[in-house]
Each structure stands twice: as structure tokens, then as C-alpha cells.
């Protein structure tokens, strides 16, 4: 075997290296997944931010719309009753 000055075959330090090399890819890897780990969660906030508000909205729609609900069920009711009025003021009608 070819040995170096420092007693270490040309396999150790191919070793040695290798070992270096995985543990620098390692730190990489992890960096990246951090990166990419807050910009997904800065999306997943945006995302969240913007569901939250189209909710505050849909809740105001719905509030608008019982309340002309309401407001059309009183007219409805108003002109119910105006009707009857009407007709039990009305004249009989001649029958034929």
C-alpha cells in the first residue's frame, strides 16, 4: 500500500475526504431546507392573511344579505296585509 508522511493510506484519506465532503453537502442541505422552510411559512402566513380577510368579507355579505332578507320578508308582509285590508274594504263582488 502507498502510505503518505503521515502514516494514512491513499483509502483513509480517500475516506476522509468523502466523509468532508457528505458532512459539507449535509450543512448545505440543511441551510436549504431552512430557506425554503421560512419562505414556506411566510407564505402559509400570506395565504392564511388572505383567507382570514375573504372570510371577514364573506361574513359582511352574509350580514348585508339576512338583513335585505328581512327587509324584504317586513315589505312582503306590509303589502300582505295591505291587500287584505283592501279587500275585506272592497264591495262584494256581483255575482253573475
Known amino acids: 500500500m502507498i502510505?503518505?508522511?503521515?502514516?494514512?493510506?491513499a483509502?483513509?484519506?480517500a475516506a476522509k475526504r468523502l466523509e468532508r465532503a457528505v458532512a459539507m453537502?449535509?450543512?448545505?442541505?440543511?441551510?436549504?431546507?431552512?430557506?425554503?422552510g421560512a419562505e414556506a411559512g411566510g407564505l402559509?402566513?400570506?395565504?392564511?392573511?388572505?383567507l382570514a380577510a375573504e372570510l371577514?368579507?364573506?361574513?359582511?355579505?352574509?350580514?348585508e344579505l339576512e338583513a335585505a332578507g328581512?327587509?324584504?320578508s317586513a315589505?312582503?308582509?306590509r303589502a300582505i296585509l295591505e291587500i287584505r285590508a283592501?279587500?275585506?274594504?272592497?264591495?262584494?263582488?256581483a255575482e253573475h
Open 3 to 9: 502510505r503518505d508522511t503521515a502514516g494514512e493510506s
Open 11 to 13: 483509502l483513509d484519506l
Open 25 to 36: 453537502l449535509e450543512h448545505r442541505l440543511a441551510e436549504r431546507l431552512k430557506t425554503a
Open 44 to 50: 402559509f402566513d400570506q395565504d392564511r392573511a388572505k
Open 56 to 63: 371577514d368579507q364573506a361574513r359582511a355579505r352574509e350580514r
Open 70 to 72: 328581512a327587509e324584504a
Open 75 to 77: 315589505a312582503l308582509g
Open 86 to 93: 283592501a279587500l275585506n274594504d272592497a264591495p262584494p263582488a
